[in-house]
Every structure is written in structure tokens, then in C-alpha cells.
């Protein structure tokens, strides 16, 4: 059991992928860090020796603290927090306890260079359907909550990628980020972030159902592309669409991650039937 100002492996990953998830603080020194250069899915790493220089830059109301082993580090980082008036725990165990669990985890070669200000930025065609929205999601919720999405004309999708240090995703051109074969940019980034846990290898084949027109491969397919057609008529600003498309994406994954086994029935039998 956790102790006070603690929080445990289990209770955390609960929180990654939602919109409660505090923010994930990676204090790790880097000679911790270069013998398993990976992230806590939506975590970010921060230099503990600064914490009161960038401790102002909390954009959350509370955050987890995550060190090698749960101990003076973290423990002393979130104690600055709290001091600012910030709700602080500590990852139980650090991340050594994470990956015991086998809980997933980001490689750091698979995240693009960030901005001046810490930020994954990215770009892609305008008018979003489904992979350009479910991406976006999947990057926000597990890779860079803070991470910034430019939509542009297709035609100049991979030069302003050039020109503004964007990364291009779900674009026609031989990229990284786009789709391989059958499958779609959304599983790609499932796959190569090292997020393939049974929810999300779930959503993914909605996500590929729906964006390739192959409907039968998921009952929910059919769904998820009426309500996303459905979200690109309502919306013509792509970003007030991509903050609709969160909240779809965000129900969708808790379905795969919790209710596939839950059933409907109205109205409700009689006791007596």
C-alpha cells in the first residue's frame, strides 16, 4: 500500500490516458536515465536541480513526481511543489517499479525534438476526419499533453514541417508517421511510442476500420466514422474540432479499457419475467 504523499503504479496508470491525469514529472539524473531512456506514457523530464525555476510552468493543479526509486529526489521536488501550492505525490518505487509491473513506457528516440518552450509540435493536412484527430488525441493523452498541432493545405503540409520545426504526420509523402501498408498513422504511433496495451491495440482497430473503409473489422468502426463526419460538419476551425474529437476519443477509450464487457437493457425486465 502506498504511503502518504505517495501513489502507486497501479493508481497511476488508472489516470494516465484521461483527462484527470496529473502532470508526470520525470526528475531522473541522467545517468539513471541513459540506462533505460524511456518515459511514463505523458510524463516529461525536468532537471531537479531547477524546480524553482520551472516549477511556475505547471499548466495542472497537481502533478507526480517520478524519480529512479521513489526516493529523495522525487520526494524533495514534490515537497517544493506543495510549497508553491501545488498537490504533489510521489510514484511509489520510481520508475523502476513502473517497468517492473510491465507497464508500457516511451522510448525518448521515438518523441521529436521540442520547442523553446518544451513542446512536441506537429503538422498535418487540414480538415481532419479520423486518424488526424485519434493522433492527436493518442500523442496529448500518452506522449505530450502540452504538444501543438498545426493544420495546413496538403499541398504544404511537409514544407512548413521544414520551416517550422514541425513534424508531419498523416501526410502523402514517404515519412515517418503515416500509414504503413494496412495499417493507419494511429496504429503506427501505438506501435512505435510502445503503447501497444490491450485498450489501445483495441481502439486501434476501430481507428483502422473507420479510416480505411473497412468496416467489418470492428463493430464500433461504423460509429466512430458517423460521429466523426458528423464532428467535421459542426466544426470549421480544425482545432475547435480537435477539441470536440477529445472528448470522442476519450469516451471510445474507456469503453475499450473498461466497459466491453458491460450490456444495456431498457426498458428493464420485471422481477417477476
Not at 515519412?175 to 496495451?197: N, P, Y
Request: aromatic share 8%.
Amino acid at each position: 500500500m502506498s504511503s502518504f504523499l505517495e501513489i502507486s503504479p497501479e493508481k497511476l496508470a488508472r489516470l494516465i490516458g484521461t483527462p484527470n491525469c496529473p502532470e508526470l514529472i520525470d526528475v531522473r539524473v541522467d545517468e539513471d536515465f541513459a540506462v533505460d531512456p524511456r518515459l511514463i506514457p505523458g510524463s516529461g523530464r525536468s532537471d531537479y536541480h531547477k524546480v524553482q525555476e520551472w516549477m511556475g510552468t505547471i499548466g495542472k493543479t497537481s502533478a507526480v513526481i517520478i524519480c529512479q526509486q521513489g526516493k529523495k529526489l522525487s520526494h524533495g521536488v514534490a515537497a517544493w511543489l506543495r510549497h508553491a501550492g501545488i498537490a504533489a505525490d510521489v510514484l511509489e518505487g520510481g520508475f523502476e517499479a513502473w517497468t517492473r509491473v510491465g507497464y508500457p513506457a516511451v522510448p525518448i528516440s521515438a518523441l521529436p525534438d521540442r520547442d523553446a518552450v518544451g513542446r512536441t509540435v506537429w503538422v498535418t493536412r487540414a480538415r481532419p476526419k479520423i486518424d488526424r484527430i485519434a493522433c492527436p488525441w493518442l500523442i496529448r493523452r500518452f506522449v505530450d499533453p502540452k504538444a501543438v498541432f498545426l493544420f495546413v493545405t496538403p499541398a504544404e503540409a511537409e514544407l512548413v514541417g521544414q520551416r517550422f520545426g514541425a513534424t508531419p504526420f498523416d501526410i502523402d509523402a514517404p515519412i515517418r508517421w503515416s500509414h504503413r501498408g494496412e495499417l493507419c498513422t494511429f496504429d503506427v504511433m501505438v506501435e512505435e511510442f510502445g503503447l501497444a496495451t490491450e485498450p489501445l491495440l483495441r481502439l486501434a482497430t476501430i481507428v483502422r476500420g473507420a479510416d480505411t473503409a473497412r468496416l467489418d473489422l470492428a463493430p464500433e468502426a461504423p460509429g466512430l466514422l458517423a460521429a466523426s463526419l458528423g464532428l467535421s460538419r459542426m466544426y470549421a476551425d480544425d482545432l475547435e474540432q480537435l477539441e470536440a474529437g477529445m472528448l470522442l476519443y476519450d469516451a471510445f477509450y474507456r469503453w475499450c479499457r473498461d466497459a466491453t464487457n458491460e450490456t444495456h437493457n431498457w426498458p428493464s425486465p420485471k422481477k417477476d419475467a
